[in-house]
């Protein structure tokens, strides 16, 4: 899911009117004239929060001798479905929109808790207002929030804000803790659903399905981008890193651990652990394709690549827990060639 569809999920079409109220306002289409809702917008969007971060200077300022020392500048952020930020920061030449991947955000949440760090319910439609004049930080940031404020500092708006009740203050590794769990979750529930239909298929088929699903969901852009953020910040935030884990591969280990162990009961494998097992088909599905695909090293494999791979696995994953023991390995070339 791309960063505009999640903002279009939230999208809802404006009244329609009625043939006999139709205006038409200059230049502008009748159909676009007559489908704005009751705040003059053509969609409708729900309020959103913000992480409104109040931070020190990055570098030494003249001004800054004039106002708080730890607030001397204010941006603000969104996290987004994808595990990308929406990052809104007013400079002194233009105002910077763009979206970040995580491992960007990061830093500029690094630098929020340098001052502080809050969660802010924008209003929609707004009381703000266009002719407050100079437009420093402050102001833009109380604009795109859409509060009516005369403060003029970034402190400022800090203390307007945190008197409003509904406010929040937030840390780097809880927000962290929360995107990815919401990221991760999604896309592993969706990789390990599966059909009742599919449940009844052969045990090889049935490995087959999930670990190409698990293939192309571990490919995904937006989890690769995640999955780097979480190695590379293991250290810093590991409650973070550990709720990746626990939403991504940990949930596939307990799916795989009991279609193994259902598989056993029936006779048609010999495992001793079914977990250890499931581990060790999640990691011949990984091998090294995953980690060069996250530290960026060649190309994202193809549908067809993957599907081989799932395959190859599976077929070396049965043939070594085949309870006859009569191992059957696939060539040489196919194993090399999906690896």
Known sequence: MSAANDIARLRRSGPRESPSRLKVVGDVPPDLANNID????LVT???ADWI????PGLRR???HRFVHHRHKHVFAMRPTGTGSWLLVEPWWTRMMVTILPPADAVRFLRWGATGDILRVREAVPGKASQIRGWSNCAVLSAFLLGRSSWAWTPHGLYRQLVREKSTRRENVQQLLVDQF????GHHSSNALSVSADQLSLPLRELLVIIGRNLLETMMTPSLLEVCYTAILEADRYPDATQAYAQHGPTPAIAVLTKILAKAKQAGEIDLADCEAGARQFLGMLHGNVH???????GEIPTLSEIDLRARTAVRLFLDGAAPNKTAIIAPQKEIEHAQ
């Open 291 to 297: 980690l060069e695909a996250v530290l960026q090293l």
């Open 61 to 63: 300022q003249w001004w």
């Open 38 to 41: 009751e705040n003059g917008s």
């Open 52 to 55: 409104v971060c109040f931070v």
């Open 45 to 47: 969007v729900d309020p």
């Open 181 to 184: 769990t919401k990221v991760v």
